[in-house]
């Protein structure tokens, strides 16, 4: 004989287990860093992250992984990837931990530090991906990781070109002229596809940029994109000379140099998208030395 209370409650087991982002039977070493979701029913979001050195750290992976499962975002655009065994070990460790289903590529022509993207394969699919500017020495042996992407989610679909960037590094004359250049590349690339009526004109740029948004003219490597208003919008804009708006936060350096650029059809199509910092070093407080010194930049866009 069954009895409605004792159906009623497996039912509700059921639907409580289906709701948790990971298996109540996970690997004992899941860290609860708990922090707050930034993934939401109705939007695609892209976070970009530079994880230092990956992995830095004994217990990176497990704290990437679980920083992944509570933000709980679609697409994840990684930079300084140093070990290809150990980003597997990491989306392994995403599969083991999760209900839902990760996959990641890494691009196979960086010469160090190799950029690549997490991603739900319930939600995203990659159409295609391949390199801009191979062997190309303003981009310092990381050359642009260019990815076609479809994200389908309550029967809507956001299809885009997703470039991941990690451009070259420091403060000196010869450095910066190496990004302004890089820049210029890439804007005029960007631009050549939007001539082309037959292009998809939706691009997201993503990733280290090693540089600031609101440097004087002279200085300022973002001019080709910046001056083009109708053209390219910075999302990360916003954040400039907002107390405590800064990606960077290695060593007393703290800076905003992590950015997210969009194509302006995107933000015609999605007007109401929402950027922000996401500060897990306030609430981790190990995240500068287990994971890396750069903060997540993360972009929702209500797609779906």
Known sequence: MRYPGFCFGILLLVILASCNK???????????????????ENSLEIISWNIEQFPKHSRTIVNVRDIILDLDVDIIAVQEITSADDFDRLIDSLNTASIGAWEGRLSQLSTNLSTGIVFKTSIVTVESDTHLFVGDFDFAGRPPYVLSLSARNNNRLFDFTLIVLHLKAFEDTESRERRRRAIQKLESWI???LQNSNNDPDYILAGDWNDELDDPAPDNVFLPFLTDTTRYLFSTEQFIDVAGEFTFIGGNFESLIDHIMITRSIDAAYPNHTAQVLKIDQTFLEYPEQVSDHRPIGVKYPAF
């Open 22 to 40: 990971r298996l109540p039977d996970a690997a004992e070493d899941i860290l609860e860093i708990n922090l707050p979701q930034f993934g939401e």
């Open 191 to 193: 631009a050549s596809q």
